[in-house]
């Protein structure tokens, strides 16, 4: 049980922690979906309550440097746990050059099957995964130290099944990856190693779905890089071309599906890369949301998501364990950061009763990325899912921000709950589109809901700090790397930036209770893992001593 906090008995009412998805603080006006939108409840908060910046990229939230992005995973990881972890990005690329992901027995066993199968016919080793340096769900770099480590251990074939990014990299930069990558492989493919590109498509076309929002997707990349059903192609580089032709204005991540093939004579394709019995996979993303329902389709035999066809028994492994719970996948390359005593379990040990709620989008990450990659509950606990709309976000821009404010209203009013939590997708979400004017939209539509959530929580006589895990809205068009101004295209439109930001988030107290006993303070090392010792100082508790500092100013 936590400590009672000396300087401060705690407010009667509940500690809200409300999370603006995708909502940082910029440094320039042009460019910047949340200067443009009208919120007139967020401007009010930032005028009369107190309120300081917090990093949420970088060594903050436990990436390799500070030149990489955060992300909703960690962002979450760090707000829940109040501590920051090594995080896959770091993990991954610390195993590689240590050598230890090559000693460990996930890789030996994916390379022993991969050499020979049961009969002792050689088979072939297929890496799925997100094609880019992107940082968030993977890393190529990653990518071709494996395929370099297989043909050093004597594997004879691999198989790449690339999917196109343009979300956490530039929206149409896919060449720039696939085509030096087609020559790394063609390079490398000498005495008798063969490895190329034999399957792919856009990332929210195909595979990578999450939190069961949209299954045909995994079923329709399960039919292209198993079975070898699409549009065939003669090269990835070709695939991206034509396709582009065939869809013009369409981003990289919703490219549609294309598996490379052999053609005859006649001019009919065989494909170059279906996964068969005896053949080893590994999926090379090490972000666990998008990476769970695929894995799910290889792993269990009782599946019934969507109709496989045809199950290949494969040796299967994930860069990391995607789910410790579910043990999804059993095998896996690199540990997860083990993530303890986080601040839901601690609440729950003294005894506070919690509510977090979200849409599908972001329900994982306020109950498993906050509870330290866990899918179970701590007792006292209550999650309450809204479920997202299958549709383009930019179309719907708004999302369930009302239905989500409706839920956490009904549980203010409940009087059950000391500890609450709730994560608005849509600046996160809509930002990703790169669609301007539908961002500006997402962020009003969240200041919409502000402004009927505070007064239930004033009514409930608590409190809120309200956040963000990263930037996104914030930062609509890509940054000239030499000026840092925003960038143009060559008719002189902006060039659109669908990627996360490297900018600070905010932290504000809304706070009606204390008689204006309550501020902030600002530091310089402050991030997103300080949120939670800050709570429980608002709930009268002290922090547990693993957390980082508080930022609360009790006068």
Not at 81 to 99: E, R
Not at 311 to 327: I, T
Request: aromatic share 8%; with cysteine; charged share 25%.
């Amino acid at each position: 049980m936590l400590q009672k906090f000396s300087a401060f008995a705690g407010v009667q009412g509940p500690v809200v922690v409300i999370v603006m998805d995708g909502y940082g603080i910029p440094k320039h006006d042009v460019g910047s979906a949340i200067d443009a939108a009208r919120k007139p409840t967020l401007d009010r908060l930032f005028a009369a309550y107190p309120n300081v910046l917090l990093r949420a990229h970088g060594t903050a939230v436990g990436m390799p440097s500070d030149d990489d992005m955060g992300n909703s995973e960690v962002g979450h990881n760090a707000i829940g746990a109040g501590q920051v972890y090594s995080q896959g990005a770091a993990l991954v690329a610390n195993a590689i050059a240590s050598g230890a992901i090559w000693e460990g027995k996930a890789w030996q066993e994916i390379v022993a099957g991969a050499r020979a199968d049961s009969s002792g016919k050689a088979a072939v080793l297929h890496f799925i995964g997100l094609l880019s340096d992107g940082n968030v769900h993977s890393h190529i770099d990653h990518l071709r130290a494996l395929v370099a480590q297989a043909k050093a251990e004597g594997v004879k074939t691999v198989r790449i099944h690339a999917l196109l990014d343009g979300r956490d990299v530039p929206e149409t930069s896919a060449l720039d990856y696939v085509e030096p990558f087609e020559a790394f492989l063609e390079a490398i493919s000498t005495d008798g190693f063969d490895a190329r590109i034999a399957s792919g498509g856009g990332r929210q076309t195909i595979t990578m779905d999450r939190y069961d929002a949209n299954w045909p997707m995994v079923a329709r990349g399960w039919r292209t890089h198993v079975l070898g059903e699409g549009p065939k192609f003669a090269s990835a580089t070709e695939a991206v071309k034509g396709l582009r032709e065939k869809h013009p204005g369409t981003i990289d991540q919703d490219l549609p599906e294309f598996v490379i093939a052999e053609f005859d004579e006649d001019g009919v394709g065989q494909p170059i890369g279906t996964i068969e019995d005896g053949d080893s996979v590994v999926l090379f993303n090490f972000r666990g949301d998008r990476a769970i329902e695929i894995t799910r389709a290889f792993v269990e035999n009782d599946f019934e998501a969507f109709e496989r066809e045809r199950v290949p028994k494969v040796n299967y492994a994930g860069m990391l364990q995607y789910d410790g719970d579910l043990q999804l996948p059993k095998r896996f390359l690199v540990a997860p950061p083990a993530i303890t005593d986080t601040s839901s379990e601690w609440f729950s040990k003294s005894g506070l009763a919690q509510f977090a709620c979200s849409e599908t989008q972001k329900f994982g990450h306020v109950t498993y990325f906050w509870n330290g990659n866990r899918s179970g509950r701590f007792e006292g606990e209550t999650w309450e899912e809204v479920p997202s709309d299958v549709v383009p976000f930019e179309q719907r821009p708004w999302m369930k921000a009302a239905e989500i404010t409706d839920a956490m209203i009904a549980a203010l009013q409940s009087g059950k709950y000391a500890v609450m939590r709730c994560n608005y997708a849509n600046g996160d979400m809509v930002g990703h589109t790169g669609n301007f004017r539908a961002a500006t939209m997402a962020i009003e539509a969240v200041d919409l809901a502000l402004a009927r959530l505070l007064p239930a929580i004033d009514a409930a006589g608590g409190v809120a700090l309200i956040t963000a895990d990263h930037g996104n809205a914030d930062e609509m068009f890509e940054l000239d790397k030499k000026t840092r101004e925003p960038a143009r295209n060559a008719d002189g439109s902006f060039r659109a930036k669908t990627a996360h930001t490297l900018n600070p988030v905010p932290l504000i107290l809304y706070d009606n209770v204390s008689g204006g006993r309550l501020g902030l303070k600002q530091t310089d090392g402050a991030g997103l893992s300080n949120i939670a010792a800050t709570v429980a100082n608002l709930r009268g508790l002290e922090k547990h001593p693993k957390w980082d500092d508080s930022l609360l100013v009790v006068k």
